[in-house]
């Protein structure tokens, strides 16, 4: 069916932010520990329309929130809250930033403390420090 004239046609309009995570079980179990629901091989739903993805996460806002795994191996973030609560393009690319920012910093500490307890060593302590850095402490006992 043709759209009436006068009438724009609606087209969903994800974004995709590219990201360094390559280890997927790693990334699931990131997401599921910031409280997300994590889904396998699916699809996003979006303002108009759906992705496909490998990684879904459901957000509280109804859209949802993928992983999509590129050639290389990265995931790259997509995401589609156009047209939530009137927000405009720029608003939506700084929430997705900081979405972005929130993840790969509970990413790279999951990943640092996984390698660490696989060389041998203990979590010691972990604080974050008054600039938003993780500082991680570890020991192994020879």
């Known amino acids: 069916m043709l759209p009436s004239a006068g009438k724009r ?12 995570f390559r280890h997927r079980e790693a990334l699931i179990q ?41 050639p290389d191996g990265t995931y790259d973030m997509v995401a589609d809250w156009w047209g939530i609560s009137g927000k405009g393009e720029k608003k939506i690319a700084e929430e997705l ?27 010691i302590s972990e604080t974050e420090e008054s600039d938003g850095t993780v500082r991680i402490v570890v020991r192994r006992w020879k």
């Open 97 to 123: 930033k900081q979405q972005a920012e929130k993840i790969q910093k509970e990413y790279a500490k999951k990943i640092v403390l996984e390698q660490t307890a696989a060389d041998g060593f203990s979590l």
């Open 30 to 70: 990131c997401m599921q520990e910031l409280g997300y629901t994590v889904e396998i091989e699916t699809t996003i739903r979006g303002y108009h329309g759906q992705h496909n993805v490998d990684i879904a996460v459901k957000n509280t806002g109804g859209y949802g929130l993928g992983f999509v795994k590129n």
């Open 9 to 20: 046609d609606i087209i969903s309009h994800f974004s995709r932010i590219r990201t360094t």
